[in-house]
């Protein structure tokens, strides 16, 4: 027998190779270091491997310090990390820690990294806790660690008093001035604004280096008050820069930080009463929905409705969402009576919502109050959008308590309308439908001419009655029904949340009677009749003609007032209402109002003739006369007065 064949009886057979993944046993693989960042796994153990830190022997020490080489600095070795393991130590530093966040003294493992930030912050807490221990043993422990991590930071410290000293500090040394839990400053849109700092740190993003602060706000969601988060990006610069010309600093370094502070709190409080709903005068820039990214922005001049539960409903893109304050209790909700609701909800009981439910809202505190949004929510009556309003721009309602004298209406008439509105208010529970829930609006027809104050009727009401009035026409509603059904339904919901008063002006299209040959126009009756049943609030609808009403509409309608021409006298009244209204110096006669109440004209054409005479008068510096008057009539309508 040969070498070779001797050779292949010697060696042991290899044991076949099983299906991949079917072998039931483990296989160990091992990190073989050659250098920093450089290594391979192997199949072995290697013969020389360190002995594991975590040995009994190493455990019973109070500290255990990790090192590593120095690059190039003033120690050959510098701290990697500081490993907490005396039990008296890690009670002594609850106190100085307490509430820190990321740091958890009671946990078996209590680890400080450099910069140390922690220690940094909480500096005095410690120095404090040194020099008061009473604990022999104790204060032992607490020397050895001071020890340690005085000398890691009394450098630091001194750097930074330094620069607070002169206003300034370094992007490098940024971090030393936001210790966690400071209020910070900022301005938005013009606005002062204040956060709480829950962290911080460097960040590098695609558009440079930022030190990032991650904040927290109070805001609220239509429900409840709680907080929001946000992060604010302060861009690297190069040098030193004064702290108070940060994009956002520590509220402490404000020039001004007292009177700062006080005006925060006060806007803080003036928006904690502006939970729930609110009828609200409004002058200024809004936000509306973001357009590419950026913000929209309104200039709104007019009445509001602030209510951020509507927000949040007919605007689910941009809900507005708070979490809850740590150990708030959960809200509960108890019924209340419909009568009980009011647009200026209590601030301490709660606002009403939808379902009419009262939600207990927490109190804030004076620290919460600085910290609120510059914002509330709602709708701007007059523009028909939805959007956010700056507390500082809202201001209270001045209603003109003699609009409703001034209507040209017979007595009766007027008496008959104010009393249908009020009583809709305080008596709408007391009569329904045999269906729950129809019947119980007030519908009122306003029939008529143009321009003699079907509308100002509807204006005048709500006026009196210092509810809103919500203004649509047939053009706001769209053309395809479903459309129509889906914007009524939403204004009627409205309308009802607000108490306000709805007034449909020129109503025609949805009053004259059904036919066979019109069946688009017969599909935007039914709609209006079905959704109208359930509508419980006050509803006034305009129209200058109406051939033939649809029998399903007399019966729904409750009163209806025909409003003749003007009279001579009435005209006069007109007249007389809009001179007076205009504050402007004058010399007309009553002579001259006589003869101006004899021209066959309207509300309407006498109120854009007085305005426009008024801006004649105006740019000549005189006072208003009749000639102005005859001037602007022979040019506009040609009539000679």
């Known amino acids: 027998m040969g070498f070779l064949s001797k050779l292949k009886l010697w060696r042991k057979p290899k044991a076949p190779m099983e299906p991949e993944g079917m072998k039931c046993s483990i296989k160990n693989l091992y990190y073989v270091s050659q250098r920093p960042g450089h290594g391979y796994w192997a199949d072995k153990m290697p013969k020389q491997i360190p002995e594991p830190m975590d040995t009994p022997e190493n455990a019973q020490f109070a500290l255990v310090v990790k090192q590593r080489p120095g690059h190039g600095g003033k120690k050959k070795f510098e701290i990697d990390s500081i490993l907490i393991q005396s039990p008296l130590l890690k009670n002594a530093l609850d106190t100085v820690l307490k509430g820190f966040p990321g740091v958890t003294p009671g946990l078996s493992s209590l680890t400080f990294t450099p910069p ?3 220690l940094f912050y909480r500096w005095d807490e410690l120095v404090k806790a040194v020099e008061e221990e009473e604990n022999p043993v104790t204060k032992k422990h607490l020397d050895l660690f001071f020890s ?4 890691e930071l009394k450098d630091t410290i001194k750097v930074r008093d330094e620069f607070v000293a002169h206003g300034v500090v370094t992007f490098q040394h940024i971090w030393t001035i936001f210790p966690a839990g400071t209020m910070i400053f900022t301005t938005q849109d013009d606005q002062e604004c204040a956060y709480k700092l829950n962290n911080s740190m460097e960040v590098q993003t695609t558009c440079g280096k930022f030190y990032q602060l991650e904040c927290e706000n109070v805001d609220w969601d239509g429900q ?3 907080k929001n988060h946000r992060n604010l990006m302060i861009p690297y610069f190069p040098g030193t820069h004064p702290i108070s010309e940060l994009n956002a600093f520590p509220l ?26 609110h009828y609200k005068m409004y002058k200024g820039i809004a936000l509306g929905k973001p357009m590419w990214g950026r913000k929209t922005k309104y200039n709104i001049n007019g009445r509001i409705i602030i209510d951020t539960h509507s927000f949040n409903r007919f605007n689910p893109d941009m809900l507005v ?3 809850d304050f740590e150990g708030a209790a959960a809200p509960t909700s108890t019924e209340i009576p419909d009568d009980s609701s009011s647009y200026d909800s209590d601030t301490t009981t709660g606002e009403i ?7 207990p809202v927490t109190k804030l505190t004076d620290e919460q109050l600085i910290m609120t949004t510059t914002i509330v929510r709602g709708y701007a009556l007059k523009d028909k959008k939805w959007a956010s309003f700056y507390v500082n721009s809202i201001s209270e309602i001045q209603f003109s308590e003699t609009a409703f004298d001034s209507l040209v209406l017979p007595g009766a008439r007027k008496e008959l309308i104010l009393a249908f509105a009020e009583s809709q208010l305080k008596c709408k529970k007391t009569f329904d439908d045999v269906i729950q829930g129809k019947g119980k609006g007030i519908i009122m027809l306003l029939s008529g001419p143009p321009g003699v104050g079907k509308t100002l ?5 709500a006026e009196t009655m210092h509810a809103p009035l919500y203004t649509m026409s047939a053009g706001d509603l769209g053309l395809a029904p479903e459309d129509i059904e889906t914007k009524l339904s939403e204004i009627l919901e409205m309308a009802t949340r607000w108490k306000a008063v709805l007034l449909l002006d020129e109503a025609d299209v949805f009053l004259e009677q059904r036919t066979l ?4 126009r017969n599909k935007l009756v039914s709609i209006f009749l079905r959704i109208l049943e359930y509508y419980e609030g006050i509803l006034f609808l305009t129209t200058n003609r109406v051939q033939t009403f649809d029998a399903a509409f007399q019966s729904r309608i409750h009163i209806t007032i025909n409003y003749p021409d003007l009279t001579s006298s009435s005209r006069r009244l007109v007249w007389s209402t809009f001179l007076a209204a205009s504050n402007s110096p004058q010399s007309l006669s009553d002579e001259e109002i006589d003869g101006l109440a004899e021209l066959p004209m309207n509300g309407r054409q006498i109120k854009n003739v007085v305005k426009t005479a008024l801006l004649l008068a105006a740019r000549k510096n005189v006072p208003l006369d009749r000639g102005h008057i005859e001037n602007v009539l022979t040019i506009t309508q040609g009539i000679e007065a």
Do not use: C, W
């Not at 919502?353 to 939600?359: A, E, L, M, P």
């Not at 040959?517 to 688009?520: A, G, K, M, T, V």
């Open 116 to 118: 140390f930030k922690p």
């Open 148 to 151: 340690i991590v005085e000398p």
């Open 224 to 226: 409840k008050f709680g």
């Open 252 to 277: 402490e370094y404000h020039p001004e930080h007292k009177v700062v502070k006080e005006r925060l709190l006060d806007r803080g409080k003036r928006f904690e009463q502006l939970h729930g709903q």
């Open 321 to 323: 969402s708070v979490q």
């Open 353 to 359: 919502d939808g379902d009419h439910q009262r939600v």
């Open 457 to 461: 009727t509807a204006e005048s009401v």
């Open 517 to 520: 040959n019109d069946l688009e």
